[in-house]
């Protein structure tokens, strides 16, 4: 039994697996642009707790898989902020920490950029987590007239990163049996990567022949058309997303661009 | 080449079944006799369906051919087994059935090579599609799609069915298979044996008028062996497919196949009747050029036939050759065992050695979600000097086990005393110099770019002086036989080299334990016979315990001392594999097989409870058995 990988596909019934995959592209892009158009902490505040809403109600994340999923970034995210809290310039101070002022301004940027990054990656997880790689791939065919080698060759190479990420973890238990010692510098971490790659390029090599041989042997490619069984296609519930998610970016970057955002802080001076 | 072992198609079949009389005249070996002989002359009026004429293929790149002037001819509803040592170009033949060779293994190709009616020179590969379908050894490597149904649905979408033929199609191929309702069940779901056979219903939905598999069962347990040959016997059974298939588990498959072809150094030395296959001992060369027996790929059955045979002194004739257990259990009871007949010579058992503890395990629970434990209270001692083999059904939790002596996994404080110290508090290189672990695959552990450094490395990072590394090299290279490959790259030296010098990295640092997780897949019997002899030299001389993680219960009859299964994460059973393999309900709770020759002196000694014969567990045992016992009275 394998510890699964919590930025892979998993089948379940949830409102988002439902979903079409380009109403759930729309929407991951969508929350990119407002995450990048946002640099005022309560705004990222807002959209950060939609996504992770989204994340548990409609995805059907658990906790724990969040946690799991992103605690890495977590952990970046935090030092991120503390660092550009303590380092920003700013006019108004909020707190003193050991004597040293620390600005509102600089923390609410500071909590902006770092919630940014994790929107991001916890909005990338959802759709990673409820979009089967082959729907998405069928989707840019049917919906977006993609051909569809480039497409499968596009889902093959999502299908396939878990499978690799699993080899690297297998060649890496099996080099520290042979006394390996995982190095922390990046000298010693290139040295390593180079000692990973001959084995995992002669095990993606041998796999991708076969994958090769089991597409060609299974008529891939022969016309240049292919039928569908069950083609994803957007439904009113994806366009309702879609369209939300397009009304929420253009009424964003409008507001922005005629000035109605301000900035309310959230580590206002006391 | 030997002449008489090169019969031309099909006369080989005709001629062992004239062979004068049968050797002894109860009803169902004569019966068998004609039945082979109708079914051959059945399908002497078959469509050709393979027709092979002088063909050689010489690989891009490579100065000699890997298929030698090969000439096979099969027909509609024949099931053909493809028998031969690692090398001898039996993958290429299956590829060249569907056209994969020459289109995508580039080469150049020589001779004539029809397959349905199609030229191979001048057809793709997709446009056998209709006609071939092909399955190989590892099912997560040919499955393309994440949910079973696109799947099966993926080669009739590319041949631009009707979406809903292709429904129709895609239920009819999964219940062909015994999976009915697993249309929206998710690939990484399924078991190894579920995921082959959804590999063989992806290929039998476009309905394929032939049927290639190359060792569809190497990475499955004895359970999903069992389920994938039981689809194959029934296709061909019951709707005529002809399959052509190598495959290395030949106990199972040999009475349901109609032919055997065996191969050697790229070229055919026998085709004909499985019994005609099994009768007689010849001799072909492995990768490494050395001399291999073909009785190393024998059903057991058949090799205790011949086993019988020489130490009655008499001739074995194709017709009398067993297939199966029952089969087997017949010969027995009907065979003459004359006055002069010998006992065979059996190998003595390893020397009593004094048994000091090794290892303890303790109340050992891990799992990577707390609400699914792959482990629960395992409580274990192993003692040095042993062969340890640990079996169980795919998922029961054997490779986690053996991992977490390695410190792969980490084990909970206190679970695991090694030599009086807590593993948990070991570092990974304290924890390689008391255990070492080979690999399924060699080249996972390869970290230098020549054999003798790759040797050394363990040493070397240890901090070994020089003298000694060269001493230990020297002599580890000479036990493994590599000392002439020594300067070669890892990579460049053939599977078994590989696996050997994966072994002799551990061996160097003459651990007291060594962990080998699956040492006989994807390869042939002889050579999983060398290593484990290897592992036998290992412990007599430096008294290490060896652990094996294996599916083949033949190996385990054979080398170990003791057997643990592993059933659903907890040890169901801890003993000798001879008590192991007489408990028949826990074979069955875990997946397991008895070997063939265990399961015929079980039956033989419940048909004639007066010989006194009890199970065994070697061909040569039972012979003896019977010779010893010849005289007493039988049903």
């Given amino acids: 039994m394998k510890r699964s990988n919590v930025f892979q596909f998993r089948a379940g019934r949830s409102v988002f697996h439902r979903l079409d995959p380009l109403s759930k592209l729309a929407w991951l892009v969508g929350v990119s642009l407002l995450a990048f158009g946002a640099y005022i902490a309560w705004i990222q505040i807002t959209i950060s707790l939609v996504v992770l809403a989204t994340a548990l109600f409609l995805a059907r994340l658990s906790p724990l898989e969040v946690v799991r999923g992103t605690w890495l970034f977590m952990i970046a995210c935090t030092s991120f902020f503390v660092i550009q809290s303590l380092t920003l310039p700013g006019t108004t101070i909020a707190f003193h920490v050991l004597s040293k002022p620390i600005y509102a301004e600089s923390t609410d940027y500071a909590l902006a950029s770092a919630l940014r990054i994790y929107t991001i990656i916890l909005s990338s997880m959802v759709f990673v987590r409820t979009t089967d790689p082959r729907d998405l791939a069928i989707a840019l065919v049917t919906q977006m007239h993609l051909p569809y080698r480039i497409a499968y060759a596009f889902f093959i190479a999502l299908r396939i990163v878990p499978t690799i990420e699993e080899e690297i973890q297998i060649i890496r238990a099996a080099q520290a049996v042979r006394g390996v010692a995982r190095k922390r510098s990046i000298a010693g971490r290139i040295g390593e990567t180079k000692r990973y790659a001959m084995p995992l390029l002669v095990g993606s090599l041998r796999r991708a022949s076969m994958m090769v041989m089991s597409m060609e042997g299974r008529a891939f490619g022969a016309y240049p058309q292919r039928t569908f069984v069950d083609a994803p296609h957007m439904g009113p519930m994806g366009i309702a997303v879609s369209v939300m998610t397009l009304a929420s970016v253009v009424a964003w970057y409008t507001a922005l661009a005629l000035g109605y955002v301000h900035a309310i802080y959230v580590f206002a001076p006391a | ?635």
């Fill in chain 2, 1 to 635: 080449m030997d002449a008489e072992a090169v019969p031309a198609n099909g006369r080989a079949l005709t001629r062992t079944l004239h062979v004068g009389p049968p050797r002894f005249t109860q009803g169902n070996v004569v019966d068998r006799a004609n039945s082979d002989l109708e079914a051959l002359q059945g399908s002497r009026d078959a469509e050709v369906l393979i027709d092979l004429s002088g063909v050689t293929y010489t690989y891009d790149g490579e100065a000699t051919p890997v298929l030698r002037d090969i000439s096979l001819t099969v027909r509609r509803g024949d099931f053909v087994l493809i028998l031969g040592p690692s090398g001898c170009g039996k993958s290429t033949l299956l590829h060249l059935l569907n056209g994969s060779v020459p289109h995508i293994l580039n080469g150049t190709l020589e001779g004539t090579a029809v397959i349905c009616g199609k030229v191979v020179a001048d057809t793709k590969v997709a446009e056998f599609a209709t006609d071939v379908g092909m399955v190989f050894q590892d099912p997560d490597a040919q499955i393309i799609n994440t949910r079973v149904r696109d799947e099966v649905c993926f080669g009739l979408e590319n041949l631009c069915r009707p979406a809903d033929e292709i429904l129709i199609r895609q239920k009819e191929a999964l219940d062909y298979v015994g999976l009915p309702g697993f249309a929206d069940r998710s690939i990484f779901e399924l078991s190894g044996g579920q995921k082959q056979r959804v590999s063989v219903a992806a290929v039998l939905a476009a309905q394929p008028r032939l049927l290639v598999l190359d060792e569809p069962t190497a990475n499955l347990d004895p359970a999903g062996m069992t389920e994938v040959f039981a689809v194959l016997a029934r296709l061909n059974r019951d709707y005529g497919t002809t399959i052509v298939m190598v495959e290395h588990r030949v106990d199972e498959l040999a009475d349901k196949v109609s032919r055997v072809v065996m191969m050697d150094q790229g070229a055919i030395v026998f085709d004909g009747s499985p019994r005609g296959a099994f009768s007689a001992r010849r001799v072909v060369h492995s990768e490494e050029a050395d001399v291999v027996p073909t009785a190393s790929w024998f059903p057991q059955v058949s090799e205790l036939a011949m086993d019988l045979a020489a130490a009655s002194r008499q001739e074995l004739l194709p017709d009398q050759v067993p297939l199966c257990i029952e089969e087997a259990v017949d010969l027995c009871s009907a065979w003459t065992i004359p006055a002069e007949a010998l006992a065979m010579a059996i190998d003595a058992p390893p020397a009593e050695r004094s048994k000091k503890p090794l290892l303890s395990i303790k109340s050992l629970s891990f799992g990577y979600h707390r609400d699914s434990p792959i482990l629960k209270k395992v409580n274990l001692e192993l003692e040095s000097g042993a062969i340890v083999a640990l079996l169980g059904q795919n998922g029961s939790g054997k490779t986690t086990l053996a991992r977490m002596l390695v410190g792969i996994n980490a084990a909970p404080a206190g679970a695991i005393d090694l030599g009086g110290k807590d593993l948990s508090k070991l570092g990974a290189r304290e924890i390689a110099a008391d255990i070492g672990y080979v690999f399924q695959n060699p080249d996972h552990q390869f970290v230098t770019d020549q054999v003798d450094e790759e040797i050394a490395y363990g040493l070397k990072v240890r901090n070994y002086s020089a003298d000694e590394i060269a001493r230990r090299v020297d002599d580890v290279l000479g036990i493994v036989d590599l000392k002439r490959y020594r300067h070669r790259s890892p990579f460049s030296l053939s599977l078994g080299e590989r696996r050997r010098l994966s072994v002799a990295t551990m061996l160097v640092l003459e651990p007291h334990l060594l962990v080998l997780d699956e040492p006989t897949i994807g390869q042939d019997h002889e050579r999983a016979q060398q290593l484990m002899g290897l592992m036998a030299r290992l412990r007599e001389r430096y008294g290490t315990t060896i652990l094996m993680i294996t599916h083949d219960v033949r190996l385990v009859a054979q080398w170990a001392d003791r057997a643990l299964v592993l059933r659903s994460g907890e040890i169901a059973f801890d003993g000798a594999p001879i008590e192991l393999f007489a408990d028949a309900d826990l074979l069955r709770s875990a997946g397991l097989l008895a070997p063939p020759i265990h399961e015929v002196s079980r039956q033989f000694a419940a048909r004639n409870p007066d010989r006194g014969i009890r199970p065994v567990l070697s061909s040569r045992e039972l012979v003896n058995a019977l010779v010893a016992t010849r005289g007493k009275a039988s049903k």
